[in-house]
């Protein structure tokens, strides 16, 4: 592989870890804040590139229609929460399993009946249409380096909201003791739903802005969230920072094995064979980091707290 | 004395045992079928209840060992059918009880190895962990030509038991249904046992159990092997009713299903996985016989449970479980 | 009276804890809540928080009955609770304790350095790792941070060493003579008792016996508390 | 004589709306015929390969059945279909062909109505020596993709730029655009069903790689091109139907769909038309409870396909016209049409496995 | 005089730039209760941490019966017989009381890969168990779940825990925190009568009872011993009294 390739290869694999972020960072805020697992983010995600399709479809502006995918997730997710979530705190993880379970299947039926069976419309919009010449021949999509961008202004101001803020130190109260900051007159109910709709938001955002690029349709969040799940682990569950870095790996990770697995191989098994076992082993690569990282560093690499 | 669960679960055995004879009855083969699957997915669910119930081990990778005990059935089967030699030159089956024990030593390895690196990791860490492993085997599955890839397996006839005509619905559900009832009585025997007071002391406190001097990690690793053993034999069960196997098996869905059967029916209790298991299969055979929209109710009814009905459908029914 | 609790009933589940307590406080009053292990002392401050909701009973605060608030209302109120097991907030460091929930008033993070020195050497400190002791101060520079009108202590010494204990009363006098209003729990009955105006003392869930902290006769210490 | 057919497919999840065309369109054919003695159960498989089991038994055990059809997918197909021909009913594929059933596993039981597997990707492969010597070539891991390469690589004659699988469900393709475009191709052919095909479509055009791209029709049939829109137009692909396709029977078709429905039909649709006017064609002629003359009857193909001809090979498969196709816009709405046939008459490599 | 049970020699242990503890030598001789005493902060639960193996020193050794077990994790020291009590308690909150104390006992007979034999119709475990909750005061509560004692209750049972271990020597980290005049006053009579047959290494900041019970009194400041010997001494130093006693002495 030629080295302008290979550039373009780690600009892919970082931009695939920041698409990844926007999805984790939500997911990790709220798992790390309510201790929650919930499966239904990758619904909140759906619901955002939907709503940023319809939007955009109905006035012709993304960027409206990012903030219609930004408002409608949150909002979303603050139902979901004073709905559902709110009574789910003080169970253990598995009645959170089965209710956000079912919330999957409620969004995404929920969603068919409203849009119809097949993939809607959604592409990039015009001023951010096109490429840029990379050093060594190759072109980089504009749009691409702009998830980029805002992944790390997300990043950046998801880390001062939590460090630097009251609100942040409220969250990271209530992460271990809720009643305790109830007690000292903190209004966690209405905090949490904040949180919630915010976490909510962020999924939203990600869909949105992940919407050009792939198919809008039922269904789209489940593969990101699993792969969020794997981000957060890695990175350590309620670090923004981990879910950064944690992203980021499995970005190149991933996108590295495929583009890179195949060659080596072709070398042993011919092409053909070499393409399949190749992509085989590609798939379980990132899985097979994640198990190398928690068994040296059972909490992730940057375990929440320390 | 009785208590409200036993009644709950004489009740329970009762309707489990009117099923044959209302399929007879009423001329409804495909009753024999249903009660079929859930004996199946609740035997599958009793595995999970010992790792989960007793032991706290919540996991998203237990359907690993679900479809690593199908495709132990369904290979077995394949190279019996085709007479070729299967690795190392050892030749298919198609005996259930072999099968079985094949399914058992397979999934309990497979678990050996998981187990003695992911119960280093605890909480929500060892849930992604296990999910982690279990992707892996599901990718391998999908791509790997050998056995059909994400085609899956299809075997044609079920497999034989000595003595019995498996082909017939009835005669297979009566042995689903005894390897349930030992699996209930295999969880009752170890709930009670001293192994299963260390597996419970571990799940409410494991640094006070390390500091009585009993390794939780031990426990544990056991726990997660006889779990994984159970949950195989209900995989080549499984198989065995769709005379087919594929990675769909091996899924994270169906982790999060074998999941949702044993919250449904009550976690730690002895017949919720059997309860689960049975309003499961009923929800979605007659949701999906009314409406396309099947899986919006099914959502709604899951979500209902968990809201209100703590401790799951057993917690409704029998009231909360006796500490002691 | 700024507070007033009468007839109090609560439950944990099924378990009934309390079975009618009543008890008052005016205002710049200590009152000393007395009784065996198991009494009930926490469950009534539990409930007098919202923490435990109370099935039966009144409580008024400051006139308004407040009984069926939710908790963080009742603190807002003027209500601070260091409560039983200092319950700091672990991953937060010893300064974030002291100002997550502060509210303006007289306390600071400089007056509470001034009380508790020790705090302030491990301001930057997670709360996780402090001592025991230090953990009980940062509980009670906590709940002074929210500058309450009614200050509640739930083994207010406990774990901590006898010269801080000192420490600790001498603080309490003192705020309770700047008209600080403090209902207090201590084992320390030689401790508690000097300081205290006057005293409830539980027994079973029910309050049997309140008045004047010097009208404690060893006779009455004997019957309930066992001393 | 009254038939009752069962219908087995997705209707839920993402790949909902290839099963909605399926059934829409049996529906339409039904409706056209007006026989009241024809009965449709209709049940959803989630696409979940064990569930759709589970319904086929279902079907066959309580709603005493005495035809099955609808599977989309092959994965499905492979699970459903042999324990079902088993048991003597008559199952016929309006879709998946998995190579498999076509060859040493055929079935007198099994009708595929739709095509082989391969058949769509020969006809690319066929295609594609016109005018390219060098392609890059791409599908999901799975056996349908695997199949799909193979298929392609049986008629093509130039040589490959590259040979890629990917994950199947991959959303994100930067990385392997960027291999194609430093891969130094002519051309590019991908078969990548669903949400992947609109994924890739769509970020290959945004990356302004240029090389000509070529897929099956599946990636880009009527149910996806709404959602990737302008990116799809000039993309050719093959098919064995379009909806441009002149012949009555199928102008009536397309016609009938839209006014019924609001849009126009998908391949799976045409093909799942067909499979229904199959069965009233048998039914016209043989009684359902006379297994050897209905399926004689079947075996006659004796419809008016949209597809204009229409018989079956010896293992029970198409033998059909394949074309080319390119995307085109028109007005508001993208479509079809068809620019090349490729093979007249066309069955399939399996077929001399087949011992029927 | 007979061998220590329990000695400790040059023992540190920092976090960051703090020494918690700084080169302790302490030894625990049979018969005898040892009291720990010492400001807040002091480093008196590290030491205990160390010594039980919950944490892991930077220098120094730690031998148990003459066997260096410095190396040893917390299950495998519990095992050679060193039993503790937590600072704040720690239970298995589902169990009652009795299965808190058999769990133990089991642990003591190290049979916990026994899979079939029900525990509660199991005599070698129940009876035990129930003569230690007898000892402890909590016969009476022997059935209730252990979330649901109070605060007394549950010292009174991480007792009869550590003691269903037959440890050879106890660590008890503030064993009358929480505990009301009565409480105190019955537990230090049951140290009392305990301490004859198994020693105690005893942290406790009740001055009451430390005077009462201790043989012998350490007093540890900022992570230093800065004097051992017996109450009188103690009661005397004029630097403890400045440290930590002020005139609670
Ligand atoms: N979470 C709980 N669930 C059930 N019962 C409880 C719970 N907490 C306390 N109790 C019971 O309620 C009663 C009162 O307990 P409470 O903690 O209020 O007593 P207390 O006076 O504070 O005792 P202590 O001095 O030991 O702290 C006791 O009998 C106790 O067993
Ligand atoms: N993990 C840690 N990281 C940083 N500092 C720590 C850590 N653990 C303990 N410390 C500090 O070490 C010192 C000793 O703590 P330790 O808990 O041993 O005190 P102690 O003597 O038991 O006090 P107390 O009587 O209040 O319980 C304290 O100042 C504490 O803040
Ligand atoms: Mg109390
Ligand atoms: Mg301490």
Sequence with gaps: MSSALLVEQLLNGLQLGVMLYLMAAGLTLIFGVMGLINLAHGSLYMVGAFACAAVAAWTGSFFLALIGALIAAAAAGALMEILVIRRLYGRDHLDQVLATFALILVFSEATRWLFGPFPLYLDIPAILQGTVPLPGGSRYQIYRLAIIGVGIAVAIGLYLLISRTRLGMRIRAGESDREMIAALGVDIRTLYTVVFALGAGLAGLAGAMIGPLQSVQVGMGEPVLILAFVVIVIGGIGSNRGALIGAILVGVVDTMGRALLPGVLSGLLGPSAAATTGSSLASMLIYLVMVVILVFRPRGLFPAGS | MITRERLVEITLVLLLAAVPIAAQLLNEPFYLTLATRVAILGLAAVGLNIALGLGGLVSFGHAAFFGVGGYVAGVLAIHAFNGTPMLLGLPGTKLMPFIWIVAILVSGLVALGIGALTLRTSGVYFIMITLAFAQMIYYFAISWPAYGGEDGLSFYVRNGFPGVDTLKPLPFLLICYALLALGLILFQVLRKSRFGAALQGARQNEVRVAATGISPYRIRLVAFVIWAMITGVAGALYADLNRFVSPAMLSWHMSGELIVLIVLGGVGRRFGPVVGAGLYVLLEYWLGGITERWQLFLGLMLLGVVLFARGGLIGLLAGKPRHG | MLLEISGLTASYGPVQALFGVDLAVAEGEMLALLGRNGMGKTTTIRALFGLTPASGGRVSFAGREIARLAPHRIAQLGLGLVPEGRRCFPNLTVEENLVVAARPGRWTQASVAELFPRLAERRRQLARTLSGGEQQMLAIGRALMTNPQLLVLDEATEGLAPIIRQDIWAALRALKSGGQAIIVVDKSLSELLPVADRCTILEKGTSVWTGKAGELSPQLQDRYLGV | ?356 | ?249
Aim: glycine share 8%; charged share 20%.
């Design chain 5, 1 to 249: 005089m007979a061998d220590p049970v329990l000695s400790v020699t040059g023992l540190s242990r920092s976090f960051g730039a703090l020494k918690a503890t700084d080169e302790v030598t302490l030894d625990l001789r049979p018969g005898e209760i040892h009291a720990l005493i010492g400001p807040n902060g002091a480093g008196k639960s590290t030491l205990i941490n160390l010594i039980s193996g919950a944490l892991s020193p930077d220098a120094g050794s730690v031998h148990l019966g003459g066997m260096d077990v410095t190396r040893l994790g917390v299950s495998a020291r519990a095992r050679l017989g060193l039993g503790r009590t937590y600072q704040i308690s720690s239970l298995f909150p589902e169990f009652s009381a009795l299965r808190n104390v058999m769990l133990a006992v089991q642990a003591r007979q190290g049979s916990s890969f026994r899979f079939f034999l029900p525990v509660m119709a199991d005599a070698s475990l129940r009876d035990p168990a129930l003569s230690l909750l007898d000892r402890v005061g909590l016969a009476a509560r022997a059935h209730v779940i252990a979330a649901e004692l109070s605060h007394g209750e549950r010292r009174q049972l991480e007792l009869a825990m550590a003691l269903a271990l037959s440890p050879r020597l106890l660590l008890l980290d503030e064993p009358m925190a929480g505990m009301g005049p009565e409480g105190s006053k019955a537990m230090t009579a049951l140290l009392a009568q305990l301490g004859h047959a198994l020693p105690i290494l005893l942290v406790e900041h009740d001055m009451d009872a430390v005077f009462a019970l201790a043989d012998r009194i350490s007093v540890l400041v900022y992570g230093r011993i800065i004097a051992t010997g017996s109450v009188e001494e103690i009661r005397r130093d004029p630097e403890v009294r400045r440290a930590y006693l002020g005139d609670a002495a």
């Design chain 4, 1 to 356: 004589e009254p038939i009752k057919i069962g219908m087995i497919t997705t209707l839920s999840g993402g790949g909902a709306g290839l099963g909605i065309d399926v059934r829409d369109a049996f529906q339409l054919a039904l409706k056209q015929a007006g026989n009241a003695e024809i009965e449709l159960v209709v049940e959803d498989d989630a696409q979940k390969p064990e569930l759709a089991v589970q319904i086929a038994d279902k079907m066959i055990q309580s709603d005493k059945v005495d035809l099955l059809t609808g599977i989309i997918w092959s994965n499905l197909a492979m699970a459903v279909v042999p324990s079902v021909t088993a048991q003597e009913i008559i199952y016929l594929s309006p879709n998946a062909g998995p190579s498999p059933l076509a060859g040493a596993a055929c079935n007198a039981n099994y009708f595929n109505v739709a095509y082989q597997n391969d058949n769509f990707h020969e006809a690319a492969g066929e295609y594609a020596n016109i005018d390219y010597s060098n392609t890059f070539i791409m599908a999901p891991n799975y056996p349908a993709g695997q199949d799909a390469l193979t298929g392609f690589k049986r008629y093509y004659k130039g040589t490959l730029a590259g040979e890629v699988y990917t994950q199947v469900g991959q959303t994100d393709y930067a990385a392997e655009i960027a291999q194609i475009r430093a891969s130094g191709a002519d051309s590019v052919f991908i078969f990548l069903p669903g949400g992947m095909g609109i994924a890739f479509t769509k970020q290959y055009a945004q990356s302004d790689v240029g090389i000509p791209l070529l897929g099956p029709g599946f990636s880009f049939s009527q149910d996806v091109l709404g959602a990737i829109g302008d990116a799809a137009v000039g993309v050719k692909n093959s098919a064995s139907w379009s909806p441009d396709l002149d012949n009555p029977a199928n102008a009536a078709f397309v016609e009938a769909f839209q006014a019924e429905y609001g849009r126009l039909p998908s391949v799976y649709a045409a093909q799942s038309f067909d499979t229904a006017n199959l069965i009233l064609s048998a039914a016209a002629k043989a009684s359902v409870t006379d297994k050897d003359a209905f399926r004689a009857a079947l075996k006659e193909a004796d419809f008016a396909s949209v597809r204009g001809k229409f018989s079956f090979n010896t293992n029970q498969h198409p033998i059909q016209d394949l074309y080319m196709r390119e995307v085109v816009k028109e007005g508001d709405v993208i479509t079809n049409k068809i620019i090349a046939t490729v093979f007249t008459d066309h069955g399939d490599a399996y077929a001399k496995d087949c011992s029927l």
